[in-house]
């Protein structure tokens, strides 16, 4: 039904009658290893859950539709995703990857692919015509996220990926802080869309999850061979929890959207605050880009205190009383956390003072509860 807008699509977009059994509305879960057949190879269209398993199916379908792909992909972890992708390359391919990355994404690159022959070089990205000085015959990859985590950066897709196109280069996008809901990479030219499904796609803080999604057959193709035969894919429970988190990502992205500007503008005003990074802001770099681009600007905020002390961060987040200090973001609850000393503890310091990951650094995941509980919170723990 490709006449469907999107707060359509997140309840119906790709689901069919899975149940012929019993007409129940949710895909059932079906909890099982291996399916019967009535001959060797004949069966209804499923053998043995780790090559495909219909709450997987339904899941994956939701995926797609979402993103205006064609070909969904879930794996056990977002990290699990990023490493089918780059399981497409062989030894001696180089990979252009946005220096402002979560720090996960940093340490398989670095410490796990370089061992196996892949080149990565990690660049400024806000301009994207600075990208294609970069490209060598041997580059096969453009990796980007935008938002960046956790300095806000915004990356032109559409700018990023005639260039890719143009030197043949695939391009993948981690849409994992907007999601579908604010911007959709594959209609601005993408090849791959990536999700960790763990954060806004799940949105309850219960699942643990990565997604991919495509348009190519040849390039799905390749995907889901490696999908099955590296088997690093999501169990059944796990998709009906992400599909449930779905059916409500308009009204829940909607609510952090609101959330997060409602809190980007009482930080930035705040007299311990030095310096707030959110793209609604309009000397954000590139926010006319955002605009552009992105439906709204999530979320996701990021700010630095005066002084710049870890000591002063630490005594921020443990002061907090609504907001939770934790690892991960995009649950209906606030987060906050400090990365220098959690989710970028594995960049180099070297790494993140040229980025601006400074000391004083902490990053906000902005939840759907009532915005005034949220400011009261942030003043109080802020009060010297």
């Known amino acids: 039904m490709k006449f469907m807008q999107f707060n359509t699509k997140v309840i119906h977009g790709g689901q069919e009658n899975i149940d ?44 797609a539709s979402i993103e205006n792909g064609r070909f969904g992909l879930t794996f ?16 001696g391919d180089e990979v252009i990857s946005t220096n402002n990355l979560y720090g996960g994404s940093y340490r398989l690159f670095t410490k796990i692919f370089e061992n196996y022959g892949l080149k990565f070089k990690f660049i400024n990205m806000e301009k994207a015509s600075e990208i294609e000085a970069y490209i060598t015959p041997k ?10 985590n956790p300095m806000m950066n915004i990356i032109d897709i559409k700018e990023v990926s005639n260039i890719a196109k143009r030197n043949q280069i695939k391009l993948a996008v981690d849409n994992t802080f907007a999601t ?5 990479p594959l209609d601005l030219g993408a090849d791959i869309v990536m999700h960790s499904a763990t954060k806004y796609l799940g949105g309850h803080s219960d699942v643990v999850m990565g997604s991919i999604v495509i348009n190519n057959q040849e390039l799905a193709e390749r995907l889901y061979f490696i999908q099955n035969a590296s088997g690093a894919i999501a169990g059944p429970m796990d998709c009906f929890l992400v599909l449930r988190g779905i059916k409500t990502l308009h009204l829940r992205m909607q609510r952090h959207s609101e959330n997060g500007k409602a809190v980007a503008h009482f930080l930035k005003t705040h007299p311990q605050v030095e310096k ?52 991960s973001l995009g649950g209906v609850e606030s987060l906050a956390g400090h990365p220098v000393s959690m989710t970028h503890a594995s960049v180099p310091k070297e790494e993140r003072d040229k980025i601006g990951i400074e000391d004083s650094l902490i990053r906000l995941s902005i939840g759907i509860e009532d915005k005034e509980d949220l400011i009261k919170d942030l003043e109080q723990a802020l009060r010297e």
């Open 76 to 91: 056990s972890s977002g990290l699990a995703a990023i490493d089918a992708i780059l399981k497409l390359l062989k030894t």
């Open 180 to 184: 579908a809901y604010l911007q959709r």
């Open 20 to 63: 012929p059994g019993y007409g129940s509305v949710m895909p059932p879960i079906y909890q099982t290893t291996t399916f019967t057949q009535t001959s060797p190879g004949k069966h209804k269209g499923y053998a043995y859950s780790r090559t495909a398993n219909p709450t997987r199916t339904a899941l994956e379908n939701s995926l």
């Open 139 to 148: 580059t096969k990859l453009i990796w980007v996220e935008t938002p960046t």
């Open 276 to 327: 707030v990074y959110w793209p609604g802001f309009e000397e954000h770099p590139n926010h006319k880009v955002a605009k552009t681009q992105m439906k709204d600007f999530g979320g996701m905020v990021s700010f630095t205190t005066k002084g710049n002390s870890v000591k002063q961060a630490l005594a921020f987040v443990e002061k907090l009383k609504i907001f939770t200090l934790a690892e």
